[in-house]
């Protein structure tokens, strides 16, 4: 089974108010990924990190930020919501190419 | 860029019977490919990879995936489904050198009595 855990799992939030969804690993995994997934559509990356200190963007434009201060952490943080933020967030970490380990997700809904 | 068609976003299969999900990738480098499962409010969970050599992969619960390099597909199959493979699959595919997976939109099973 995984070690990688979201929180929290369901949020529900007003518009403009700023949210950070937390993302930890205990595996050591130098890399870590989020993804965001809405109904009937291709899981999108939207950051990824390959080590403390180090964050990318990824192939979709997102208006959310990350840090990775320590290899098991890496949070996202929307400074000020909006409707169009209301997706399932997915953290993932690996440690080589060939398998990538996914938390279970923060569905966000921003009202 | 590698991208990933799933050509059914929705099958319906009884229990018991055999399942097939398709899945055609493009990309112009040499590629690493996977299927992934999702139970409802589940993270993803790996079935399967294919990196190199058989083209014939066998992953977890009964499942095989078929990699075919001339048709750039990779189908998943199963020759008898349970009730607990009603489940959200899909498909990705990564560069051989890149730790990035790019997914397709997801195949919804569902396995009726």
């Known amino acids: 089974e995984a070690d990688i855990y979201q929180t929290p799992r369901y949020l529900v939030i007003g518009t403009g108010k700023k949210i950070t969804l937390e993302c930890s690993q205990t595996?050591?995994?130098?890399?870590m990924y989020w993804y965001q997934q809405d109904p009937g559509m291709e899981l999108h990356l939207i950051h990824y990190?390959?080590?403390?200190?180090?964050?990318e963007k990824g192939d979709l434009s997102s208006e959310s930020t990350v840090s990775r201060i320590r290899t098991e952490h890496f949070p996202l943080t929307l400074e000020s919501a909006r409707p169009s933020h209301t997706s399932q967030y997915l953290c993932?970490?690996?440690?080589?190419?060939?398998?990538?380990?996914f938390g279970q997700g923060t569905r966000l809904t921003v009202v | 860029a590698q991208s990933v068609t799933q050509l059914d976003s929705q099958v319906p299969v009884f229990e018991e019977a055999p399942v097939e999900l398709r899945c055609n990738y493009s990309?112009?480098?040499?590629?690493?490919l996977f299927w992934y499962v999702q139970y409802p409010n589940q993270g993803l969970q790996l079935l399967l990879k294919?990196?190199?050599?058989?083209?014939l992969v066998k992953g977890i619960n009964g499942f095989e995936a078929e990699f075919n390099k001339s048709q750039t597909s990779f189908h998943l199959r199963k020759p008898s489904v349970h009730i607990s493979d009603t489940a959200e699959y899909f498909c990705?595919?990564?560069?051989?050198?890149?730790?990035?997976?790019?997914f397709g939109a997801g195949t919804t099973v569902t396995v009726r009595a």
């Open positions: 993932a970490s690996s440690a080589t190419v060939t398998e990538a380990f």
């Open positions: 595996m050591g995994h130098d890399k």
């Open positions: 990190s390959y080590g403390v200190n180090s964050t």
């Open positions: 990309s112009s480098v040499s590629v690493y």
């Open positions: 294919y990196l190199s050599g058989s083209t």
């Open positions: 990705a595919v990564s560069r051989s050198n890149d730790y990035k997976l790019s």
